[in-house]
């Protein structure tokens, strides 16, 4: 079966770190780009980043630039988002996604073929 799984969310006071993983099960990330997303409660879902499947592009949403950092290692098909200074409004169950599509300039695919089950980030004090 053809998995995403995310790891690593959890609850961070502002200001804080984390690391998120996103991990492929049942196929290699090679080939995939991947992308970053997140859903708050009565929002509409945000991406939040993504990379190409060499890793050389990265682009990253406004809300986030400076703040996190999207890389992978595809001899472990994972796929990591780096966020430091977190703020309150982070707060969201974030899910990491798979394309074959590619990075065009600033933009990040319309489309994904692959979906995981979200991992929730709660940034308060």
Not at 99 to 113: I, K, Q
Request: proline letters at 3%; charged letters at 15%; hydrophobic letters at 30%.
């Amino acid at each position: 079966q053809l998995q995403l799984v995310e790891s690593g969310g959890g609850l961070v006071q502002p200001g804080g770190s984390l690391r998120l993983s996103c991990a492929a099960s049942g196929f290699t990330l090679d080939y995939y780009a991947i992308g970053w997303f997140r859903l708050a409660p009565g929002k509409e879902r945000e991406g939040v980043s993504c990379i190409s499947s060499s890793g050389r592009s990265t682009n990253y949403a406004d809300s986030v630039k400076g703040r996190f950092a999207i890389s992978r290692d595809n001899a472990k098909s994972t796929v990591y988002l780096q966020m430091n200074s977190l703020k309150p409004e982070d707060t969201a169950v974030y899910y990491c996604a798979a394309t074959t599509g590619l990075l065009y300039g600033s933009s990040c695919p319309d489309e994904y073929d692959y979906w995981g089950q979200g991992t929730q980030v709660t940034v308060s004090s």
